[in-house]
């Protein structure tokens, strides 16, 4: 582990490879899981605000499930999620060719509307918890990704790399340049 201002961070994210594949894994990731992307307050708050603006981007059915249920979720574990289609893929999630992809972000690439995603889907392999004051940046390794896991190591691409902008977008572009530091010190 390495410390960096009040963040954790796991030597995996220098030392795994990974670029998502989507011609292989088929988005999965917004497929299968426990629950739905996990997300921060303000997030939960920003879905209610953005829905009428984004639900042409996402399927009936998910705008259906977000109609029953709501713009979020409260999972098991007490935490905010997006809610899911018969408890599968995310609700905000719309398929192209057979490949997942989020409408959320569909609709921020049109220009509808600024917010790109849920941070837990943007940064992901990396997932955020809290320890204490900290947080701790950790690599969560996905048997679906393993097709992205044989990409980042044919181009060499370390996670943090490969998540430079998403990094960029939740800890800055200075956070960003320590991780380059730490991983040309390793």
């Known amino acids: 582990m390495i410390q ?3 963040k954790i ?13 989507l011609d292989k894994c088929n988005g999965n990731c917004c497929v299968f899981g426990d629950s739905g992307a996990p997300l921060e307050d303000d997030e939960a708050e920003i879905l209610e ?16 499930a977000i109609e029953n249920q709501g713009k979020w979720v409260i999972d ?17 999630t719309v398929f192209e060719k057979g490949i997942a992809f989020c ?31 900290m947080t701790a940046l950790n690599y ?21 790399r490969f998540l430079k902008n998403s990094i960029v977008r939740v800890y800055g572009q200075s956070f960003y340049e320590d991780l380059e530091k730490v991983f040309e010190e390793l």
């Open 4 to 6: 960096i201002d009040d």
């Open 9 to 21: 961070i796991s030597l995996e994210l220098f030392e795994e490879q990974f670029i998502c594949n």
């Open 49 to 64: 605000e953005i829905h009428d603006k984004i639900k042409n981007y996402i399927s009936i059915k998910g705008n259906n």
């Open 76 to 92: 098991d574990d007490g935490d905010k999620v997006t809610p899911l289609i018969d408890g599968k893929e995310c609700a905000y």
């Open 103 to 133: 409408g959320i972000e569909k609709s921020y690439e049109a220009g509808i509307v600024d917010f790109p995603k849920p941070v837990s889907c943007h940064l992901y392999p990396i997932r955020i918890s809290k320890v204490g004051q």
């Open 140 to 160: 969560h390794k996905w048997e679906i990704c393993e097709p992205a896991r044989i990409l980042g190591k044919k181009n060499n691409m370390p996670v943090f």
